[in-house]
């Protein structure tokens, strides 16, 4: 699933085929893809609507349009394809935008699990689903004392609650994992068992390990591509994310995976007592 360094790497690859052009006429052709408002009204009311920029909030792509604000969730295998307007429609071909320029901008989804929103403009960080959202890995506000707060009433393993996008928003699990490793704090730890000064720790790498991603353009990871033949390289910078078995660059010890809440969890048994 994309997470936040990919969604930003998708945005500027956006921007820069996207920005100033016009969406003539919209075509759906899988009515679940489109989550508010109705199927109906989201193509009428996007038609003859200009892109003025393309941005992000967690892990949804945000394009500014005239009146509205168009909202997209990539979820795990979404992505984006620029066409003929007279090409054919594949079977993972879901929305179509026919753009001023003739170009046909289609989002292609293997496993339909994406979610576009058209929002009225002014509605657009006052409700769901961005209102829902936690703050950015970058924002000031994001302090230890937030993090604090939020976390250490919770019985859940941190690894969980840094799943949470409604306490930082964008990390995903590739993230998490290195974020911890990185931090030296055991994935199992209750997060009601994090002191402030470890939650100083999270916040630091966090920004160290999303940075350093979104320069390299992201990760890799089954079928994630910012378009085509644009591909992440921070998979090659990972410390465990996918390493079960291997040895700790740190400390030598056999790297581990299990699983919490369903999600593969990678770490170093000895650097994450």
Known sequence: MPEKPEVITVSKTLERELLGRKIRTCHVYWDNIIAY?????????????????????????????DDYSLLIHLRMEGKFLFRKEDDDISKHEHVEFILDD?????????????????????????????????????????????????????????????????????????????????????????????????????????????????????????????EEGVHGLFQNELYVHGKAGEACNHCGSVLKKEFIGGRGTYYCPKCQK
């Open 102 to 226: 003739g170009r046909s901008f289609r989002y292609h989804d293997v496993r339909k699990f994406g979610k576009m929103y058209l929002i009225p403009k002014e509605d657009t960080y006052q409700v769901k689903p961005l209102s829902e959202l936690g703050y950015e890995y970058d924002d000031p506000l994001l302090t230890k004392e937030y993090l604090y707060q939020k976390i250490h009433r919770k019985s859940l393993p941190i690894k969980t609650v840094l799943l949470d996008q409604s306490i930082i928003a964008g990390i995903g699990n590739i993230y998490a994992n290195e974020i911890l490793y990185l931090s030296g704090i055991s994935p199992f730890r209750k997060a009601s068992k994090i002191t402030k000064q470890e939650c100083q720790n999270i916040i630091d790498q966090t920004i160290i390990v999303l940075n350093h991603a979104i320069t390299l353009g992201g990760t890799t990871i089954r079928s994630f591509t910012s």
């Open 37 to 65: 408002p109705t199927c109906q009204k989201f193509i009428e009311q996007i038609q003859n609507q200009a892109i003025h920029s393309v941005t992000t909030r967690g892990k949804f792509l945000v394009l500014a349009l």
